[in-house]
């Protein structure tokens, strides 16, 4: 197969770029079947987000710190671990917002789209799911809208489900939710579409993230599946995703 490398501007992924180029080559992008991405889980959704215009599978080796969307980093057999690798395919969100000063945004979130205030004062939200409004009002920090593949990161970090990657479900979590007090979220079908309107958006202002982009002062937000895009993700057997997601769940 022939592979593009991709790697984080770090002292240890660069090393790892150039030390796998020298045993393996490095093919063009728009010619090579397969990128390999080195860095952390950061950098691995940069590399997936690049791979929405270049369509190629990635298959990611740890030279970061997490990793738990990557492979163990190692030198040898890569030809034969890229040939064996199994293949998970995602779709990302798409995330429209509107700001208070009425700029338009469309942006993708592989990971979650995150509401988060930008003051001290607490975030208003009202949330619509396909048309009909099921909060009219959230008193927050914020609010995350998790994919299964994401489901393990920031949403569970404030307490969010872990969702399996078959499950076809979207995490709604908030974050230190003051009222309703006890709302603690909802799983939704990734047919759904989430609509967030800001309350008193001027004098509580909230930043929409689509994974590490922001966007400042949004004032409404739409959030759907978008089908019409899917990534490929490459993973060693023994590194099989579906397993990792479930043993998260069983972790001490």
């Not at 030279?63 to 190692?74: A, I, T």
Request: hydrophobic share 40%; glycine share 6%; with cysteine.
């Amino acid at each position: 197969m022939k592979v593009h490398f991709y790697s984080a501007e770090t002292k240890k992924a660069l090393e790892a770029k150039s030390k796998l180029i020298s045993l393996y080559g490095d093919t063009s992008l728009d010619d090579a079947d397969v990128v390999v991405a080195l860095g952390g889980d950061g950098y691995m959704l940069r590399a997936l987000h690049d791979s929405v215009k270049h369509k190629k599978p990635v298959f990611g080796m740890n030279r970061g710190s997490v990793g738990f969307l990557l492979n163990e980093y190692k030198e040898q057999d890569l030809q034969e671990r890229l040939e064996k690798a199994q293949t998970v395919k995602i779709n990302p969100l798409r995330m429209k917002v509107k700001t208070v000063g009425g700029e338009l945004y469309d942006k993708l979130a592989i990971n979650e789209v995150s509401l988060l205030r930008e003051t001290k004062q607490a975030a208003k939200l009202k949330i619509t799911i396909d048309e009909k409004t099921r909060l009219d009002e959230l008193i927050c920090d914020g609010i995350i809208i998790a994919t299964p593949a994401g489901s393990t990161a920031y949403n569970l970090s404030v307490h969010g489900p872990i969702i399996p990657l078959s499950a076809d479900l979207l995490a709604l979590t908030p974050i230190s939710a003051f009222r309703p007090r006890r709302w603690r979220g909802a799983l939704l079908t990734q047919s759904a579409n989430i609509k967030i309107d800001i309350l008193e958006a001027k004098d509580r202002p909230v930043s929409a993230v689509a994974d590490f982009t922001e966007i400042r002062d949004a004032e409404t937000i739409e959030i759907f599946c978008d089908r019409s895009i899917e990534l490929s993700l490459l993973f060693d057997p023994e590194m099989d995703l579906d397993e990792r997601i479930i043993k998260e769940q069983f972790m001490p």
